[in-house]
C-alpha cells in the first residue's frame, strides 16, 4: 500500500499521466497532471474558488506557493502576460508537471522551483503571494509558516491571498493572518469555502 502524500517530496506511486480540460476565469486551459500530486483528476473546488476570486496585478513578482501541477501561477501567468510568475513546490513530480503544463503553453513569464516552503526562491520578494495550502500537512507545522514567511517575503503593500475550507480550519487561518499582518479580509464566500486576503503595511 501507497502511504504518499500530495506534500511528500518524491512520490512513489505511479506516475500515470492525464490531462484536465478547464474553464477557469472564462478561458479554456489544459493541465497535464498524474497521481501522487493534489487534486489529481480535476480542478478541485478550493483552487477554483481562489483562482476565480483572486486578485492578479498587472505586473510585478507573483508567487504561486505549494503550486501543485501549476493551475493558480499559469492562470495569472496567462491573464497577464507583464507580470513575473513564480511557482515553487516541495513534490518532485509535481514541480515536473508544472513545468510540462508552463512548457506546453508557451508561457516565458513564469519559472518554477523545487523546495520547501520559500526556500529554493533565494533572496526573492514578491508582489503577490497566492496559495491553496496543503492543510493536511498541518496546520501549526506547515500553514502558519506559509502566512509567517509571506509578511517576509512580500514587498510593502504585497498581498497575501489564501483559500480554505471554511468548517476545515477557516477560523484558524484567519487568525494566523490576523498574528502575523494585524489585518484579514475576506475576497470571496463560496462554496464552503473563504479566500482570505491581507497586505503588508
Known amino acids: 500500500m501507497s502511504h504518499d502524500h500530495y506534500f511528500s ?3 512513489h506511486s505511479r506516475d500515470e499521466r492525464g490531462k484536465i480540460i478547464t474553464y477557469l476565469r472564462g478561458r479554456r486551459f489544459s493541465f497535464i497532471t498524474s497521481g501522487g500530486v493534489f487534486s489529481s483528476k480535476r480542478v ?3 483552487t477554483r474558488v481562489l483562482v476565480e476570486n483572486m486578485i492578479i ?8 506557493l505549494g503550486c ?4 493558480i501561477g499559469i492562470v495569472a501567468a496567462s491573464l497577464e502576460p507583464d507580470l513575473r510568475v513564480y511557482l515553487s513546490d516541495i513534490n518532485r513530480r ?3 508537471l508544472t513545468g510540462i503544463n508552463v ?6 513569464n513564469c519559472e518554477v522551483y523545487e523546495g520547501d516552503l520559500y526556500e529554493s526562491l533565494g533572496g526573492l520578494v514578491f508582489d503577490s503571494i497566492v496559495s491553496n495550502p496543503p492543510i493536511s500537512a498541518g ?4 500553514v502558519y509558516p506559509m502566512v509567517s514567511g509571506a509578511y517576509d517575503r512580500l514587498v510593502d503593500g504585497g498581498r497575501l491571498q489564501m483559500v480554505i475550507q471554511s468548517n476545515k480550519g477557516g477560523n ?4 494566523f493572518f490576523l498574528d502575523v499582518f494585524d489585518t484579514c479580509d475576506v475576497l470571496a464566500k463560496q462554496s464552503g469555502y473563504r479566500v482570505f486576503t491581507a497586505i503588508k503595511r
Open 44 to 46: 478541485d473546488t478550493g
Open 103 to 108: 512548457e506546453r503553453l508557451g508561457l516565458e
Open 57 to 64: 496585478p498587472k505586473e510585478g513578482d507573483f508567487l504561486d
Open 94 to 96: 509535481a514541480v515536473q
Open 9 to 11: 517530496k518524491k512520490p
Open 172 to 175: 484558524l487561518l484567519e487568525s
Open 139 to 142: 496546520m501549526h507545522d506547515v
Open 68 to 71: 501543485g501541477i501549476g493551475v
